[in-house]
Each structure stands twice: as C-alpha cells, then as structure tokens.
C-alpha cells in the first residue's frame, strides 16, 4: 500500500427506475461466454475461511501498524495506530479484495 494517497469520493446515485428496452432478447451464446469467463476468474475457494494479517501501511516516510482479519462474505476488522482516514482506506481495500476474491456462482 506504498504511495497511498487518500481520496474520499462518494457518489450518490439514485434509483432511474430505467429498464431495458421491450424488444430486449436473451442471447444463449453471449450468456454461455459470460458463464465462461466467470469460471475462468480466481476466486478464493468455497472453503476459504479468510486471513489475519500482521500489516505496515507506508505512505512515504510515514509507516502505521497494526492487524487485519478478512473473512469471505463478513466485515473486514482492522486495528490500525493512524487517524481514521488511513484505518478507512485500509479497510475499503480489504473489503473491495474480499468482496471481488469471495466464492460466487454464476447467476445472470
């Protein structure tokens, strides 16, 4: 997590109630190519429990420590010494990795 710099950007984005056009039809070879890209991705496997990890967080000469635990599908939990902007960041990156490593199945 060297170079880090700390960008909070929130977008809100309501509901367009928008859908897609009637004349939408389902393509069964571009579905089967999605299925199988899908199975290609490196997912952790359904079996994984998660990690706890010992952690330095480095951004530029300043270093902050501390612990993670990241389980597939829960709250990511990390105890970091720095403010809060920093704890938040480490912790968004954990969840978005937990979130797009944890074990799904295909489901369009």
Do not use: I
């Not at 056009?21 to 994984?48: I, M, N, S």
């Not at 501390?66 to 954990?94: F, I």
Request: proline content about 6%; cysteine-free; hydrophobic content about 35%.
């Amino acid at each position: 997590m060297q170079g880090r710099t700390p960008t909070f950007r929130r977008a809100e984005v309501s509901s367009t109630g928008a859908r897609p056009p009637d004349d939408v039809q389902d393509d069964p070879v571009a579905r089967q190519l999605l299925q199988e890209v899908h199975a290609r991705l490196y997912k952790w496997p359904a079996t994984f429990a998660g990690y706890r990890a010992v952690m330095t967080v480095q951004e530029e000469e300043r270093r902050w420590y501390g612990e993670a635990t990241v389980r597939p599908r829960q709250a990511v939990v990390v105890q970091l010494d720095s403010d809060e902007s920093v704890r938040a960041w480490v912790q968004e990156s954990l969840s978005t990795q937990a979130m797009h490593l944890a074990d799904t199945e295909y489901g369009m």
